[in-house]
């Protein structure tokens, strides 16, 4: 049998995040062989995520990253099944290696296939899922273009999100900031009314008609009333027309155009977990 040396089962430690003494079962397995010991590791995260396939994976961490100039940001989720993992250093820092990736790319498909440290995504999460032994997998991939993109992740990775504005100018990198935090905060169903769909309409407005019937409206005025009421959903679920959360006296728009008088909201994503 090969004698493994500590040295060895280090390096093969923090090659894989696999535990000191799978590390060194594996090698002494391979009989010394390091490339051989990484696929034996592999092979045992195959096992396990098969054997997981259907756990739900509801935790983790939501990352949001923005390129060098600010036009275009990402959010992808890494989940797994429980917050003791999703907490842990390593965890959250592969979340950041694989969002730093995802900038190059238009798809979670593209990521999963993409090189990381000579394997790729895929085959890293197959091997962290042998490792930890609960089911990970990037979940959430979204992408934004404008010409400023800001973010803002909350307090423990829990919800990401990114914010698009129509010019690159003084201060907007704090809007953008600030804007994200609204989104973060209040969870709006889209930018404007514009954005917001059919399916929603209707059932706000039908929504809107019962109750009036119940409090014992005259049909004939519904029509009109529960259109004033879908704007009062419109001013409180779209991101644009909310009250701004550190000065309810202005809408969220209201306080970007004081940051410059031309500056809009183009454009936001929200990502959040559990």
């Not at 600030?178 to 929504?207: C, H």
Request: glycine residues 8%; hydrophobic residues 40%.
């Amino acid at each position: 049998m090969a004698k493994i040396t500590a040295a060895e089962v280090n390096k093969l430690r923090k090659a894989t995040g696999a535990g000191m003494m799978d590390c060194k079962k594996a090698l002494v397995e391979a009989e010394g062989d390091f490339d051989a010991a990484i696929e034996l590791l592999r092979k045992k995260g195959q096992k396990v995520a098969a054997k997981r396939a259907d756990r739900e994976s509801s935790e983790g961490a939501a990352i949001a990253q923005v390129n060098g100039d600010n036009t275009k940001g990402v959010i992808i989720s890494l989940n797994c099944e429980t917050d003791f993992v999703a907490k842990n250093d390593d965890f959250i820092k592969l979340a950041n290696d694989f969002a730093d990736m995802a900038l190059n790319y238009s798809s979670k498909e593209e990521l999963l296939k993409a090189d990381y440290k000579g394997i790729t995504v895929e085959e890293k999460l197959t091997e962290q899922t042998g490792v930890i032994g609960e089911k990970i997998e990037i979940g959430a991939f979204k992408t934004l273009e404008a010409p400023f993109v800001g973010s803002y992740i909350h307090a423990g990775n829990k919800i990401a999100v990114l914010t698009g504005l129509s010019k690159n100018v003084e201060g907007a990198e704090e809007a953008a900031k600030n804007v994200s935090m609204q989104a973060a905060a209040m969870n709006p169903v889209a930018l404007n009314e514009e954005g917001v769909d059919q399916a929603t309409i209707d059932k706000e407005i039908e929504i809107a008609k019962d109750t009036l019937r119940q409090e014992g409206k005259p049909e004939n005025m519904l029509d009109k009333i529960a259109q004033g009421k879908l704007q009062r959903f419109f001013k409180d679920n779209t991101l644009v027309h909310q009250a701004y959360i550190k000065d309810n006296k202005q809408s969220v728009a209201e306080y970007v155009k004081s940051v410059d008088s031309d500056l809009e909201v183009v454009g936001f994503e929200r990502v959040a977990l559990g």
